[in-house]
């Protein structure tokens, strides 16, 4: 899946579910290193573990991050908004 992400500096995410499990997350543009980490962090975790941790985490006051882009990614895969 890949969701183009909003306010933030990474322009898209794209990432692999398996049984409601993260198998891989690669982010767009961003903050390399700190991309790679929320990556590899994630993965293997379920979506709604991740959604939770992740959701509502602001970046210089934009009023959303790279993270919490992420959970709003999983939100929308959820829903079925692909």
Not at 35 to 50: I, N, P
Request: with cysteine; charged share 30%.
């Amino acid at each position: 899946m890949i969701y183009k992400t909003k306010g933030v500096c990474s322009r898209e995410i794209e990432f692999e579910i398996e049984n409601d499990i993260i198998k891989k997350v690669t982010f767009f543009g961003g903050c390399d290193g700190n991309t790679q980490g929320v990556a590899r962090l994630v993965e293997g975790m379920s979506v709604d573990d991740t959604i939770n941790r992740l959701e509502g985490i602001d970046c210089r006051g934009r009023g959303t991050s790279c993270p919490d882009q992420l959970s709003k990614a999983l939100k929308a895969y959820k829903e079925g908004n692909f």
